[in-house]
């Protein structure tokens, strides 16, 4: 798939271009690789150019890649809508949940966290653009969720991840990301000891970047244009 390893360096170098130019540290934002209904052989081509971050939104999809590519070193991230019904395999198979946005899917997760495996790495949607249609908490719901999330067993919180409505102007792509940013800043203000900030996609990754994302999420630019999906 020489198509994938083009393009995963074209990725690579555009994220490494963006924190020069904005002043962030080289090497303080990881490529999220959003493989939502790509099949198995584009992730292992991905693999081979040396990504080993893949983020999956859809559970059975996901878990017969992980049978296919159970050989591979893969650090497997779910940021889809956690269904309660779900929980039990994705806290068993995934390494990081970005989509938590009620307190009953994190207590189920940290309830069905197998005890021989390291704590769940998790990160809280926020509903940054206040949206009807977006998944995620309330910015003023936000420290509450947080505070009751730390104290689970199982879990550990690294951060926030929003994804916020479309947009082509870069000043109006930053707002959401400079909001999370700030929410960020505010919690650990108050005590708490977060890092991670998982904003930014193809299109708005630079963005993301100049508000401070740890994390970009890219799936068109990496793999090219989507195609069907077993959506469970």
């Known amino acids: 798939m020489p198509d994938i390893n083009h ?37 292992h081509a991905a693999w081979q150019g040396g990504q080993r971050l893949f983020a999956e939104n859809y559970l059975q999809e996901a878990l017969d890649k992980m049978t296919t590519l159970s050989s591979l070193a893969i650090e497997w991230h779910f940021i889809g809508p956690i269904q309660s019904n779900k929980t039990a395999a994705i806290t068993e198979h995934f390494d990081w949940v970005h989509s938590i946005e009620r307190l009953k899917i994190a207590q189920r997760l940290s309830a069905q966290r197998p005890a021989d495996k390291p704590p769940l790495q998790v990160l809280l949607q926020v509903n940054s653009s206040q949206e009807a249609s977006k998944s995620g908490c309330r910015l003023a719901e936000l420290e509450s969720l947080a505070a009751a999330v730390m104290e689970l067993p199982g879990l550990q919180l690294r951060g926030l991840m929003t994804i916020p409505a479309r947009s082509d102007n870069f000043e109006q792509q930053r707002q959401p990301f400079h909001q999370l940013q700030q929410a960020l800043q505010q919690l650990n203000d108050k005590g708490y000891t977060l890092d991670t900030l998982s904003m930014g996609m193809s299109n708005d990754i630079r963005a993301a970047i100049a508000e401070g994302a740890t994390m970009v999420r890219v799936g068109t630019a990496l793999f090219g244009a989507r195609t069907g999906s077993t959506r469970t």
């Open 7 to 43: 393009r995963l360096q074209q990725v690579l170098s555009e994220i490494s271009l963006y924190e020069q130019e904005l002043g962030r540290p080289a090497g303080s934002v990881q490529l999220l690789a959003v493989s939502k209904t790509r099949p198995a052989e584009d992730l």
